[in-house]
């Protein structure tokens, strides 16, 4: 089953609304946990590293004051999508490390699928 | 820089052919992982296999097999008797940090189109 988990699978939201999407570690701890972003046809890009307890680490080019990522506990990391627009029209993906014995293993979550009409 | 390149954008065979899936990576860091994902029209990402830089063995998993070569920066990707079912978006990814904390850099991606 699902190790990281996901909600929603898929959102439509009109634009200027804000959209809040869910990933839960699912039977471990995940400190950290990584936002990823894929347009269409394209590759998946890093938007920013989620750290339990403080504040979001955000890559280049990405705004923190538009895709704000709150990781409130060690099993949940939300990233919301203010203000909304057609061109954050995209799939959304997380991740989190699990460590094993063999070493960590990185865990997706199913994605978001987010249309912005 | 750290870099992760996948040259064939689209690849399509007829089942039952063998499919070769180039990743070429670039990297300063003496220890790294590469990994390989299936991406299905739904989606999600499948993970199909995570290789570290101090391990070249080739890796082989029924029909999957992979060849690792640090001289040459490429981790490939073979499908032996494709099938339909292999039909998704290949992505070869690179983490720097040991592969502990999964920032993973990805290739654009190897769409591959199985057909009957």
């Known amino acids: 089953g699902a190790v990281v988990s996901q909600h929603p699978s898929r959102v439509i939201c009109k634009s200027g609304t804000s959209v809040k999407i869910e990933c839960r570690s699912l039977?471990?701890?995940?400190?950290?946990m990584f936002w990823y972003r894929q347009f269409p046809k394209q590759s998946l890009m890093l938007m920013a590293t989620s750290n339990e307890g403080s504040k979001a680490t955000y890559e280049q080019g990405v705004e923190k004051d538009k895709f704000l990522i709150n990781h409130a506990s060690l099993t949940l990391s939300t990233l919301t999508v203010t203000s909304a627009h057609p061109e954050d029209s995209s799939f959304y993906i997380c991740s989190a490390g699990r460590k094993s014995p063999s070493g960590n293993t990185i865990y997706f979550g199913e994605g978001s699928w987010l249309t912005v009409v | 820089a750290q870099k992760v390149t996948q040259a064939q954008t689209e690849i399509s065979v007829v089942e039952k052919e063998d499919v070769t899936l180039d990743c070429v990576y670039e990297t300063r860091d003496t220890t790294y992982y590469l990994f390989w994902y299936k991406q299905p029209p739904s989606g999600e990402l499948v993970f199909l296999i995570r290789r570290n830089s101090f391990d070249e063995q080739n890796e082989i998993s029924g029909r999957y097999s992979w060849n690792f070569q640090k001289s040459t920066s490429s981790f490939n990707f073979t499908i032996t008797a494709s099938q339909v079912v292999d039909s998704a978006v290949y992505f070869c990814?690179?983490?720097?940090?040991?592969?502990?904390?999964?920032?993973?850099?990805f290739g654009k991606g190897t769409k591959l189109s199985v057909k009957p």
């Open positions: 990814a690179l983490s720097e940090s040991g592969g502990s904390q999964g920032n993973l850099i």
């Open positions: 039977d471990f701890q995940a400190t950290t």
